[in-house]
């Protein structure tokens, strides 16, 4: 929730939300009612980008590859951090790997 909001803060871009999970997506797309053990942020999602235009991106599992790293690290670290116009150490071998092009018009 905190990049999403800081994506919205720092940008008046539409926010690209890339996941390998088509539920995921797709929950965020429904206005259907969501019964998971996560339906609180898919709410708590829905919300953030209700004033902004949202983008739906499925990307292969081999594209999440930074999202994965970056998951591990909060985990590992206990860390939440935002890193804005650097690239953090620990994704500096992945990220030029995992970069999805976007071109809006």
Known sequence: M?????AIQHSVLPVVV?????????????????RSAYSH????????MSNREFVPLKICR???????????YSRSEWATAVWLRLVPPCIEDLWPLDCNTMTFE
Do not use: C, H, P, Y
């Not at 905190?2 to 800081?6: I, N, T, V, Y």
């Not at 890339?18 to 969501?34: P, R």
């Not at 081999?62 to 591990?72: F, I």
């Open 62 to 72: 081999s594209q999440n590859r930074v999202a994965d790293r970056l998951a591990n």
């Open 18 to 34: 890339q996941s390998d999970s088509s539920e995921a997506l797709a929950s965020l797309s429904s206005d259907a009612l969501t």
């Open 2 to 6: 905190q990049g999403m909001a800081l």
């Open 41 to 48: 942020f898919v709410l708590e999602i829905k919300e953030l």
